[in-house]
Protein backbone atom coordinates (compact mmCIF):
# COMPACT_ATOMS: atom_id res chain seq x y z
CA UNK A 1 0.00 0.00 0.00
CA UNK A 2 1.00 3.49 -0.57
CA UNK A 3 -0.19 7.15 -0.83
CA UNK A 4 0.46 10.09 1.16
CA UNK A 5 -2.33 9.14 3.46
CA UNK A 6 -2.02 8.06 7.10
CA UNK A 7 -2.73 4.18 6.89
CA UNK A 8 -4.66 2.97 9.92
CA UNK A 9 -2.77 0.14 11.78
CA UNK A 10 0.42 1.69 10.67
CA UNK A 11 3.17 2.59 13.81
CA UNK A 12 4.95 5.14 11.51
CA UNK A 13 1.99 6.57 10.97
CA UNK A 14 0.86 7.24 14.33
CA UNK A 15 4.30 8.78 15.00
CA UNK A 16 3.91 11.23 12.49
CA UNK A 17 0.73 11.63 13.50
CA UNK A 18 1.77 12.42 16.84
CA UNK A 19 -0.89 9.91 17.93
CA UNK A 20 2.49 7.66 19.45
CA UNK A 21 5.03 8.74 20.88
CA UNK A 22 8.65 8.91 19.35
CA UNK A 23 11.97 10.54 20.52
CA UNK A 24 12.42 12.95 17.67
CA UNK A 25 15.62 14.08 16.57
CA UNK A 26 15.00 15.50 12.87
CA UNK A 27 12.03 16.83 10.95
CA UNK A 28 11.31 18.15 8.04
CA UNK A 29 8.29 19.20 6.54
CA UNK A 30 8.73 15.84 4.27
CA UNK A 31 10.37 13.63 6.69
CA UNK A 32 10.76 12.93 10.84
CA UNK A 33 13.65 10.79 12.42
CA UNK A 34 13.61 9.74 15.84
CA UNK A 35 15.17 6.98 18.03
CA UNK A 36 14.51 2.82 17.52
CA UNK A 37 12.94 1.43 20.12
CA UNK A 38 15.48 -1.22 20.19
CA UNK A 39 18.63 -0.02 19.43
CA UNK A 40 21.41 -1.40 17.81
CA UNK A 41 24.03 0.62 17.91
CA UNK A 42 24.68 3.74 20.02
CA UNK A 43 23.09 6.11 17.10
CA UNK A 44 19.91 4.02 15.93
CA UNK A 45 17.64 6.82 14.38
CA UNK A 46 15.29 6.08 11.78
CA UNK A 47 13.99 7.91 9.39
CA UNK A 48 10.47 7.96 8.07
CA UNK A 49 8.86 10.08 5.22
CA UNK A 50 5.74 11.37 6.33
CA UNK A 51 3.96 10.03 3.31
CA UNK A 52 3.23 6.38 3.93
CA UNK A 53 4.82 3.91 1.18
CA UNK A 54 5.27 0.22 1.77
CA UNK A 55 9.17 0.25 0.93
CA UNK A 56 11.92 2.17 -0.38
CA UNK A 57 11.50 0.92 -3.57
CA UNK A 58 7.77 2.19 -3.61
CA UNK A 59 8.88 5.55 -2.49
CA UNK A 60 11.77 5.81 -5.19
CA UNK A 61 8.50 5.31 -7.86
CA UNK A 62 6.20 7.47 -6.11
CA UNK A 63 8.71 10.17 -4.44
CA UNK A 64 12.37 10.08 -5.51
CA UNK A 65 13.06 13.52 -4.36
CA UNK A 66 11.75 12.44 -0.64
CA UNK A 67 13.94 9.40 -0.97
CA UNK A 68 16.86 11.24 -1.66
CA UNK A 69 16.22 13.70 1.34
CA UNK A 70 16.30 10.54 3.34
CA UNK A 71 19.81 10.00 2.33
CA UNK A 72 21.37 13.37 2.98
CA UNK A 73 19.28 13.22 6.07
CA UNK A 74 20.80 10.31 6.94
CA UNK A 75 24.48 11.86 6.99
CA UNK A 76 22.97 15.07 8.67
CA UNK A 77 21.90 12.43 11.55
CA UNK A 78 25.40 10.93 11.69
CA UNK A 79 26.96 13.78 11.93
CA UNK A 80 24.95 15.53 14.74
CA UNK A 81 25.94 12.79 16.51
CA UNK A 82 29.63 13.01 15.63
CA UNK A 83 29.38 10.20 13.09
CA UNK A 84 31.16 10.43 10.30
CA UNK A 85 31.31 6.60 9.21
CA UNK A 86 27.69 5.07 9.79
CA UNK A 87 25.56 2.37 8.58
CA UNK A 88 22.43 3.54 6.28
CA UNK A 89 20.11 0.20 5.79
CA UNK A 90 16.50 -0.23 4.52
CA UNK A 91 15.40 -3.76 5.28
CA UNK A 92 12.76 -4.99 2.21
CA UNK A 93 10.18 -7.68 2.84
CA UNK A 94 9.38 -9.76 5.69
CA UNK A 95 12.37 -11.99 4.81
CA UNK A 96 15.34 -9.57 4.64
CA UNK A 97 13.80 -8.45 8.54
CA UNK A 98 11.28 -5.31 7.46
CA UNK A 99 8.64 -5.41 10.37
CA UNK A 100 7.10 -2.23 10.01
CA UNK A 101 5.73 -1.48 6.33
CA UNK A 102 6.13 2.23 5.90
CA UNK A 103 9.68 2.69 4.59
CA UNK A 104 12.32 3.84 6.74
CA UNK A 105 16.09 3.94 6.73
CA UNK A 106 18.21 2.53 9.58
CA UNK A 107 20.86 4.87 10.22
CA UNK A 108 23.43 2.33 12.25
CA UNK A 109 26.86 4.60 13.75
CA UNK A 110 28.87 4.75 17.20
CA UNK A 111 30.60 0.98 17.12
CA UNK A 112 31.90 -0.93 14.46
CA UNK A 113 29.63 -2.57 11.82
CA UNK A 114 30.32 -6.08 10.88
CA UNK A 115 29.99 -7.15 6.85
CA UNK A 116 28.76 -9.54 5.80
CA UNK A 117 25.53 -8.59 7.68
CA UNK A 118 23.63 -11.11 9.44
P1 LIG B 1 12.43 -3.19 10.31
O1 LIG B 1 12.47 -4.49 11.09
O2 LIG B 1 11.08 -3.00 9.66
O3 LIG B 1 13.58 -2.98 9.36
O4 LIG B 1 12.61 -2.03 11.38
C1 LIG B 1 11.60 -1.65 12.23
C2 LIG B 1 12.28 -0.99 13.40
O5 LIG B 1 11.31 -0.23 14.09
C3 LIG B 1 12.88 -1.97 14.40
O6 LIG B 1 14.28 -1.71 14.52
C4 LIG B 1 12.10 -1.70 15.68
O7 LIG B 1 12.90 -1.78 16.84
C5 LIG B 1 11.55 -0.30 15.46
N1 LIG B 1 10.28 -0.04 16.08
C6 LIG B 1 9.16 -0.83 16.06
N2 LIG B 1 8.15 -0.26 16.73
C7 LIG B 1 8.63 0.94 17.17
C8 LIG B 1 8.05 1.99 17.92
O8 LIG B 1 6.87 1.96 18.31
N3 LIG B 1 8.83 3.06 18.20
C9 LIG B 1 10.14 3.14 17.78
N4 LIG B 1 10.81 4.24 18.09
N5 LIG B 1 10.71 2.16 17.05
C10 LIG B 1 9.97 1.08 16.76
ZN1 LIG C 1 2.47 4.39 7.58
Known amino acids: MSGPE ?3 DCMFCGIVAGDVPAT ?4 TPR ?3 FR ?3 PQAP ?3 LLVPRAHHASVAELAGADPDVLA ?3 REAAAVAA ?23 VHGHVLAG ?3 AWPPG
Open 36 to 38: DID
Open 111 to 113: RPL
Open 31 to 33: LIA
Open 69 to 71: ELV
Open 80 to 102: DEGHSAYRLVFNTGAEAGQSVFH
Open 6 to 8: AVA
Open 43 to 45: THV
Open 24 to 27: IVRE
